[in-house]
């Protein structure tokens, strides 16, 4: 099942500037940078009590960053919900009519050290869902 909003991924033109101004509206800095090369993206991560905001810019032209960017531009990306087991939580919204961006929807390595997997956001009123767990 679903635990908490993990957090809600905005997409970015350029990071460095957004990081400067969410540190400016958040009165912190980001704990948390890194590049995943397999989605072609770099991200930055606040934390925000018990949530987290991550910031997300395309590192190349073919990324679902920069994709949606050029489609909507810069805003809200998708929401990430926190999941105890992200294999049985695929089966359950399958099983429950939902569809997935992938045919075969496996869980993959994204950032913060989480396995992720992301509903098509036809299935979810247009919002783009991310399942996320901690990789143990």
Partial sequence: MLKKIEHIGIAV???????????KLFGKESYKTETVESEGVSTSFFILGESKIELLEAQNENSAIAKFIE?????????AFEVD????????????????TRENPEPF?????KLVCFLHPKSTNGVLVELCQEIK
């Avoid at 489609?71 to 929401?79: A, L, N």
């Avoid at 049985?88 to 997935?100: N, V």
């Fill in 109 to 113: 390595k994204g950032a913060d050290n």
């Fill in 71 to 79: 489609k909507r531009g810069e805003g809200i990306h998708h929401m």
């Fill in 13 to 23: 033109k350029n990071i460095k500037e957004a990081n400067e101004l969410f540190k």
């Fill in 85 to 100: 087991d992200i294999y049985a939580e695929i089966k359950r919204l399958q099983a429950e009519g939902f569809t997935f």
